[in-house]
């Protein structure tokens, strides 16, 4: 993991001290919200529907267990104790007290955190593949290029005004788990036709109120050309881009409407000028970054604890079936722990459960935890000696929902629970499908589905890309709720399709339940996906089930 310089830690203090002068001069009045409000973007402070929210950058996703427990010590100091982990692998707090907020910032600061650049029309926080550095199918460890990115575009003097935000994510595998199609730019590392690595790059991708999945502009670049093109991908974005309507201001728009051939074009010969200004300082500087991301000090231990308990302890078994993947290191296996119990918010996490996490994470898992945009936490190197242990620790946090990929493990953004520009609830309409499941003992039957819900066109619950998407309306004041089937968010995306007319709140959760009767009708085997059997029948009967079915029972 990337520690701090003298002059990151310098650059972090100073920009603590000059917002805090700002706070005091909002709150002594010398300065109107108008003017405030571009000072407080920067620093990630949104005003929400009834209070703050401090938006708090987890860079790539990982962070270890002195950063974990900073964070819980902050839910409890200055918020209601407990965090919010979002898409963009970020945490929110969503009750800070403005005076408060400086102090804050400065507490991220001494675990080398901020909040910088996790708002605004800028290059926002980089994600990554949440198992990056573990992944048995990795073909190399993303993060150190993901934070040679995050120091390239952090005040980068060109890009801090962009005509709209602008989000890059990039995996080191070939399964995509960092979605990278509907990002402004994705990256992707590929091996070309003499097994060299290099990155596939991937722009104009993006959901919200315009869902665009991503077009190749290079198939295959090489690793050492990778700042000067994205330079170049930008600043033609920078000059290119709408200015004159938000809603048209996103790259994705910007390519569609001059083409990917005249994009790519001009990105050439702009990159042409760039890659000569580099010079290979970037390299340099890659190689110093890449060396504090060294693999850690793996054991060789036998597996017959884990074993044990799992021919065992039916309820162990369940929770290593679900949360559990290939690690590359023999003996190890990735945990994703779900923070999507039965019932409760998707992404809250308690100040205590985080300092639970840490504690595994120091005890058990090499002082490594990642987040996912899934909204869970990741401890991405356990040896399965310690597996029983872990989820004893776990369980007993209210950590250990064996639900990870299931119906129940629900993305859902705040919704208008918190968020002023949603026009429906998102949290409770996770809650009852999730409760509702559980209730009917089907989750591991069914098996693989991804339910996504959002509370407003913006899509930050990324239904769009859901096997199941939900997205909250405003009807003449009243909630109604969109569905759209056979999204999906890997390497092979896909915008999901709208199913028809939407259902009201109270009919939602019938609405999901006819859907899952249909699937579990019409499969191959128990072996096909949710997403495999849209995709082999198409439309017809799951459409037929959500709303042929009611019409009859009406007659009736």
């Known amino acids: 993991m990337y520690n701090y310089t003298e002059f990151d830690d310098a650059f972090l203090r100073e920009r603590v001290a000059q917002f805090r002068d700002q706070v005091d001069r909002r709150i002594d009045g010398a300065l109107t919200e108008d ?3 571009p000072l407080r973007l920067m620093n990630g402070l949104y005003l929400q529907l009834h209070a703050y929210m401090l938006r708090v950058a987890i860079p790539y996703g990982s962070l270890d267990a002195a950063k974990m427990r900073q964070l819980a010590y902050i839910a ?10 979002t898409t963009r692998q970020n945490i929110q707090y969503n009750w800070p007290k403005l005076k408060d907020v400086p102090d804050m910032l400065a507490a991220l600061a001494d675990v080398e955190m901020h ?7 800028t290059i926002r926080n980089v994600t990554s593949d949440h198992f990056a550095g573990a992944a048995a199918d990795e073909i190399e460890d993303p993060r150190p290029w993901a934070e040679l990115i995050r120091q390239w575009s952090t005040d980068h003097p060109e890009f801090q005004f962009l005509p ?3 989000k890059i994510a990039i995996t080191g595998a070939p399964n995509d788990r960092a979605v990278t199609k509907a990002h402004d730019i994705g990256l992707r590392m590929v091996r070309d036709d003499a097994g060299a690595p290099g990155f596939e790059v991937i722009v104009g991708g993006g959901l919200g109120r315009t869902p665009m999945i991503g077009k190749v502009i290079r198939e295959h670049l090489p690793p050492e050309d990778l700042l000067p093109y994205l330079e170049s991908i930008v600043s033609v974005y920078n000059l290119l881009g709408r200015r004159d309507n938000k809603y048209k201001a996103r790259i994705k728009i910007t390519v569609h409407e001059n083409g990917l051939d005249t994009y790519r074009d001009l990105v050439e010969a702009e990159f042409v000028k760039r890659r000569a200004a580099f010079d290979g300082i970037d390299q340099q500087l890659f190689a110093e970054i890449n060396s504090r991301f060294r693999r850690p000090d793996f054991i060789d231990a036998p597996v017959d604890a884990y074993q044990a308990a799992y021919d065992a302890d039916p309820v162990f078994r369940s929770w290593a079936d679900t949360n559990l993947s290939a690690h590359a290191q023999p003996g190890y296996a990735i945990v994703t722990v779900s923070i999507k119990a039965h019932g409760a918010t998707p992404g809250d996490a308690s100040a205590e459960q985080m300092r639970v996490l ?5 005890a058990f898992g090499h002082d490594e935890l990642r987040i996912s945009h899934e909204q869970n936490v990741v401890l991405p190197h356990v040896h399965k000696s310690h597996l029983p242990q872990v989820f004893a620790r776990l369980k007993a946090a209210g950590l250990g929902a064996a639900n990870v990929g299931l119906v129940s493990d629900i993305i859902a953004c705040p919704g208008m629970d918190y968020c002023a520009l949603a026009t429906a609830r998102s949290i409770p309409i996770a809650q009852q499908i999730a409760t509702r499941f559980d209730e009917l003992k089907l989750e591991h039957e069914i098996g693989e589905l991804k339910i996504k819900i959002s509370g407003c066109i913006n899509a930050c619950g990324h239904h769009h890309v859901g096997h199941i998407g939900i997205l909250g309306l405003d009807r003449a004041g009243v909630e109604n709720y969109q569905i759209t089937l056979g999204g999906d968010g890997t390497e092979t995306a896909e915008i999901g399709t709208r199913t028809g007319p939407g259902f009201p709140a109270d009919e939602i959760v019938p609405a999901i339940e006819r859907l899952v009767d249909a699937y579990l ?3 191959a085997d ?4 949710f997403l495999e059997t849209y995709r082999r029948l198409g439309m017809a009967p799951f459409k037929s089930a959500l709303y042929d079915r009611v019409a009859e029972q009406d007659a009736a």
């Open 35 to 37: 003017e405030f409000k």
């Open 76 to 85: 409890e100091r200055w918020d209601k104790g407990y965090g919010h982990f």
């Open 115 to 121: 909040a910088i650049q996790t708002s605004g029309n």
């Open 164 to 166: 709209r935000k602008f």
């Open 358 to 362: 840490a504690d595994l994470a120091e």
């Open 521 to 523: 009708e019409h499969r």
């Open 526 to 529: 128990a072996g096909e996906t």
